[in-house]
């Protein structure tokens, strides 16, 4: 068993450091402040290969490892989780949808542009009467002639707004129930469609997530997704893969809240000594480090599982359970340490704890990985 990274993962690693904390640290709160998506450095993140990070190279991907992939999103989540969230959702969600279950012609179509970045996509599975039980959702797609007609409307969509491609599901047979769901790739100017409200969030605010509405949209035949009745067990699928992206996020933000604590706690000067003399603080940075470390473990395990073909199901929630737990409660105990400037906002730790409540919601809340954990562990017992 090793636990070193090699020369490849180091030099991917570097490379994602570097980028984010000289291009994308540097200007957080102006893109935060204002919710604004940051074109120009998703636009570079696309031509460094960061938008297809795991497809081939003849789709104009990169070809890196599901463990590249979570080392690129804990380093750019470190300087800005809403760009690791872009990251992590344009590569996991709807690409990765398209690449897995379209055919070759769909694939041709649409992966390379997303992949090189040119285009980005969306991935609308949530409703605002369906959110963990995405089962239950109400858009709806009828068959006339060469296209599917979609009514309905999809929530809190990342990149709903910016995305020029979206992974769209819906209701193509209700008596099926979750078997009577369908996923089709929905193009920005199709007639019909068109996106709602941008949402004013807590957190993550520089990523886009936005409402998209489908009023009589008028879907080709061939942009269906695989067959019909396919789109849930899909989307599942995709989610699970999902959730190690969301654990390196995590891992990048808890990783970022100690940093920002360590070096906060050697310079503040209190009572004649600095923070980092004092017993009580160095117990939490020490409980902080033990378990970044540990999520990082638990999440680079379910990536290499998943790179070495394995059922890697269960592993990803585990990591995407602890480190997003885990990386809540580092945000917390940095805002502690650093007292009252832990809640000013020139301090990056007061958007890190903003920004990490998210992670514990996203791609299935705790409460969901805690049920896909327990359902495992008694079947396997």
């Known amino acids: 068993m090793n636990f070193n990274l090699s020369e490849s993962n180091l030099e991917i690693q570097k490379l994602a450091r ?5 291009r994308i640290a540097p200007d957080v709160m102006k893109y935060d402040e204002f919710s604004e998506f940051p074109w120009e450095i998703a636009k570079e993140l696309g031509e460094m290969g ?9 789709y104009e991907g990169s070809n890196l490892t599901i463990l590249d992939y979570a080392i690129i999103v ?25 690449y897995t279950f379209s055919n070759d012609e769909l694939k041709k179509k649409y992966v390379p542009d997303l992949a090189s970045g040119r285009k980005l996509g969306a991935w609308g599975l949530t409703e605002n009467v369906s959110g963990s039980d995405a089962a239950g959702m109400a858009t709806t797609a009828v068959k006339e002639g060469n296209y599917y007609i979609l009514n309905g409307s999809k929530s809190f ?27 089709f790739i929905v193009e920005k100017g199709f007639e019909g469609f068109s996106v709602g409200k941008k949402e004013n969030k807590l957190g993550m605010r520089s990523s886009d997530t936005c409402e998209l509405i489908f009023d009589n949209c008028k879907v080709p035949v061939e942009n269906l997704i695989g067959k019909e009745g396919e789109g849930f ?16 996020l995590s891992v990048g933000i808890a990783q970022a809240a100690l940093d920002h604590s360590v ?39 379910a990536a290499v599982m998943r790179d070495e073909g394995k059922d890697f199901k269960f592993a990803a929630s585990l990591a995407k359970y602890y480190a997003s737990e885990i990386a809540t ?18 301090f990056p730790v007061e958007k890190l704890y903003r920004d990490v409540k998210l ?14 954990m327990a359902r495992a562990l008694v079947e396997m017992y």
Do not use: W
């Not at 570097?18 to 000289?22: I, L, T, W």
């Not at 960061?50 to 003849?58: D, N, R, S, Y």
């Not at 409660?329 to 020139?346: D, L, P, R």
């Open 329 to 346: 409660k580092a945000t917390n105990e940095a805002i502690q340490i650093h007292g009252g400037y832990g809640f000013i906002k020139e």
């Open 50 to 58: 960061f938008l297809g990070i795991m497809f081939p190279e003849e």
């Open 18 to 22: 570097d980028f984010a904390q000289n």
């Open 263 to 301: 070096k906060y706690a050697k310079q503040r000067k209190q009572f004649g000594k600095s923070l980092a003399e004092f017993q009580g603080i160095q117990f939490k940075i020490a409980d902080m480090a033990t378990e970044v470390e540990a999520a990082r473990l638990l999440t680079y395990k």
């Open 157 to 183: 969509i990342t990149q709903g707004g910016v995305g020029q491609t979206a992974v769209v599901t819906a209701i193509t047979d209700k008596s099926k129930g979750s078997r009577g769901i369908s996923a």
């Open 233 to 248: 067990k899909q989307c599942m699928q995709i989610l699970d893969g999902g959730r190690i992206s969301i654990a390196a």
């Open 74 to 98: 804990e380093e750019i989540s470190k300087a800005d989780p809403s760009m690791g969230l872009t990251v992590a959702s344009h590569n996991g969600l709807c690409t990765n949808h398209i």
């Open 359 to 372: 992670t514990t919601i996203g791609e299935g809340t705790s409460e969901v990985q805690k049920m896909i």
